[in-house]
């Protein structure tokens, strides 16, 4: 399979709960940091958003929660690019932490002008283009396990 984009972390102190594991809010939050990096990637980043003045939104996500982290664990993400289209794209994230996995999350992302109201827009030309060519063949797509119900680009 290829790899995807990369996004690395320690989990903090402060985001372990009472059972002596990483909160599970804190997984999103270290899940969305990914797609942050992710946007940046492609140009989807802080100077496009000023200029531009359009944004990403999230529409929907699904995590499945595999093993526990700890606080100090290292946490690597890899963010695969599973579907897109002119506005939207889809994500699968996979979250390692000593080479297990630790946590697996789909998100559906949408390009959205922010005025004069937040409405969804095409992205630009080339940023589409670089999520297309980041894509997964559709042979390792299907080999992706924990998948919830079904997540996917509707025409």
């Not at 990096?37 to 492609?42: K, M, N």
Request: hydrophobic share 40%.
């Amino acid at each position: 399979m290829s790899e995807g984009f990369a996004y690395e972390t320690a989990v903090a102190a402060e985001w372990i709960d009472y059972n002596g594991h990483m909160r599970d809010a804190f997984y999103g939050l270290v899940f969305s940091y990914a797609v942050d990096a992710f946007q940046d990637a492609v140009g989807l980043d802080a100077a496009y958003r000023e200029a531009s003045g359009c944004t990403i939104y999230l529409v929907e996500q699904h995590c499945f929660y595999l093993a526990e982290v700890k606080a100090g664990d290292r946490l690597d993400v890899e963010t695969r690019v599973i579907g897109a289209d002119a506005k939207r794209f889809h994500l699968y994230q996979t979250m390692r932490s000593g080479g297990t996995d630790r946590a697996v999350c789909e998100f559906m992302e949408l390009h959205v002008r922010q005025a004069p109201e937040p409405r969804a827009a095409d992205m630009p030309a080339e940023i589409a283009r670089r999520i297309m060519a980041a894509r997964l063949p559709e042979p390792d797509i299907a080999g992706l396990r924990h998948r919830s119900r079904q997540m996917g680009l509707k025409r």
